[in-house]
C-alpha cells in the first residue's frame, strides 16, 4: 500500500519558518519525482516545488529564493524547508510523488502564517 504522510505544519508568524516533512512508503521512491503542492481556500492547486528523480529541483516564482525541496531516497523522505513566510503562503501543503502518469498525493498539512 502507497502512502505519503506530511508533518511539519502549523501557525507561524510572518518573517517565520517552517520545514515540512512527507514520509513515503510502498513505493521505490528514488525512481519518483517529488513535489510540494499547496492549496489556499477558494484557489486551485498550485505546485511549489519539484525534486526530480535525477536531483534537480524547481520552484514557483513566488517562493523562489525562501523554499529549498530536498530529498532523502535512502530514508524515503522529502521535505521543504520555508523562509521568510508571508501571509499569502497559507495554504495546506501536499506531498506528491509521480512517475509517468501515475502520481500520489499525501492527505495534507496546514500552514498558517499571521500577519
Known amino acids: 500500500q502507497v502512502q505519503l504522510v506530511e508533518s511539519g505544519g502549523g501557525l507561524v508568524q510572518a518573517g517565520g519558518s517552517l520545514r515540512l516533512s512527507c514520509a513515503a512508503s510502498g513505493i521505490p521512491f528514488s525512481l519518483y519525482g517529488a513535489g510540494w503542492y499547496r492549496q489556499a481556500p477558494g484557489k486551485q492547486r498550485e505546485s511549489v516545488a519539484a525534486a526530480r528523480s535525477d536531483g534537480s529541483t524547481n520552484y514557483a516564482d513566488s517562493v523562489k529564493g525562501r523554499f529549498t525541496i530536498s530529498r532523502d531516497n535512502a530514508k524515503k523522505m522529502v521535505y521543504l524547508q520555508m523562509n521568510s513566510l508571508k501571509p499569502e503562503d497559507t495554504a495546506v501543503y501536499y506531498c506528491?510523488?509521480?512517475?509517468?502518469?501515475?502520481?500520489?498525493w499525501g492527505q495534507g498539512t496546514q500552514v498558517t502564517v499571521s500577519s
Open positions: 506528491n510523488a509521480n512517475l509517468y502518469a501515475t502520481a500520489y
